[in-house]
């Protein structure tokens, strides 16, 4: 089993703290685009890249934080790549 990294991630339910977040490791990626026509024509191609995900652990219970329903809160750090592609011919 690999060692745990952790990183430093924003609370999940205090805007603006942040506290220690254990690392996930991502198994496989299929990072396909949204594709937007617009009315001018041009297509915009929409990537949601994500760069890594985390478990952020309570400082007080050393616990992974957990929704209303019990289930574990996960951070996504991630980027939006947008592509601009020709305008489609009229």
């Known amino acids: ?3 745990k990294t952790y990183i430093t ?6 805007s603006g703290e ?3 977040g254990e690392l996930v490791n991502i198994k496989s990626r ?3 685009p949204n594709i937007y026509h617009l009315e001018d024509g ?3 191609y929409v990537y949601l890249n994500v760069e890594n995900v985390s478990l952020p652990i309570d400082p007080e219970s050393k616990t992974y934080f957990k929704d209303k329903t019990g ?3 996960y951070n996504v750090d991630y980027h939006l790549k947008i592509v601009v592609g ?3 011919v009229k």
């Open 1 to 3: 089993m690999a060692e």
């Open 9 to 14: 991630t924003k609370h999940p339910f205090k």
């Open 18 to 20: 942040f506290v220690k």
């Open 30 to 32: 299929d990072e396909k």
């Open 42 to 44: 041009t297509i915009l």
């Open 71 to 73: 289930e574990k809160v």
């Open 86 to 88: 020709k305008k489609s």
